[in-house]
């Protein structure tokens, strides 16, 4: 999924040639023949985030149930604690290459535009058998989020707390604070940092670490900001502006762009302060 997100090229050139020459049919067909299979790689893409929602999911069910505490949980079942953060991983990953793509989001209007166009004309595409006008809905709320995948993924932590009555909150949110601890502790340690055998796993841990926290601020009642959040913020901060700038900007910008409480009363000045 990555490397085919990371060779996007787009039809930017394809659209332009289309849109300034409209009575050129050849470059309208061009235009329309390169963006289709971009469109359903997009497609693509739209259904793997719903794949991702159910995997996430039941794996908060086996993390979070009774009688264990999050940190008995972490402990037994380390596998699905993993799997848990390589989901967290790819999607700050996913969504640091989509925020630097805006073709995406050009390619997918001039699909839609197209597709009315047609429609107009009463003339039906075979595209539509494969994207038809509810799915473009769906993709075009999808693509219109900044950070789409963590988006889905927000909105699944927080559909399965409120589907899960009976189950305490805290269960979850501790679940993602331990999680969060983890990896500052990881990074912030010279002695646990210096096992660390390659750039990627300094990076896996970082992703991670903004993951949960921007899960625990969308479920939490009062969020990660607060005096009383159980998640260390401004040592979370610290670990990462203590790394290169271009390698944490897209994480810096996920705490800025996609948490729901830091703009909160509540919030330190100084955290505000360390985000500006």
């Known amino acids: 999924m990555l490397a085919d997100l990371q060779a996007y090229k787009g039809a930017g050139q394809e659209i332009r040639d289309a849109i300034q020459n409209p009575n050129d049919i050849q470059l309208q067909e061009k235009a329309w023949n390169s963006v289709c299979p971009l469109v359903v790689r997009l497609k693509r893409f739209y259904e793997f985030s719903l794949r991702l929602e159910k995997a996430l999911q039941s794996l908060l069910e ?147 670490m903004v993951g949960v926290i921007i899960l625990y601020d969308h479920v939490h009642p009062v969020g990660a900001f607060s005096k009383t959040s159980k998640i260390d913020m401004k040592g979370c901060i610290k670990v990462l502006k203590e790394q290169p700038p271009d390698t944490v900007e897209g994480l810096l910008n996920a705490l800025r762009f996609t948490t729901k409480h830091l703009n909160d009363e509540s919030t330190s000045k100084q955290i505000r302060a360390m985000l500006q």
């Open 62 to 208: 086996s993390l979070t149930c009774p009688p264990y505490t999050p940190t008995q949980h972490l402990e037994r079942e380390q596998a699905l604690a993993k799997e848990f953060a390589e989901i967290l991983h790819f999607t700050l990953r996913f969504d640091e290459l989509k925020m630097r793509n805006p073709a995406i989001q050009n390619d997918f209007s001039y699909y839609r535009r197209t597709i009315s166009r047609n429609r107009i004309n009463n003339m039906h595409l075979d595209i539509e058998n494969e994207v038809n006008n509810e799915m473009a809905n769906r993709m075009s709320l999808f693509y219109a989020e900044a950070t789409p995948m963590l988006k889905t993924l927000s909105n699944a932590t927080t559909y399965f707390v409120s589907e899960n009555k009976t189950l305490p909150i805290e269960n979850t949110t501790d679940c993602l604070s331990t999680m969060a601890s983890v990896c500052k502790v990881m990074l912030e340690t010279p002695e646990y940092r210096s096992r660390f055998t390659s750039e990627e796993t300094l990076m896996f841990c970082m992703r991670v």
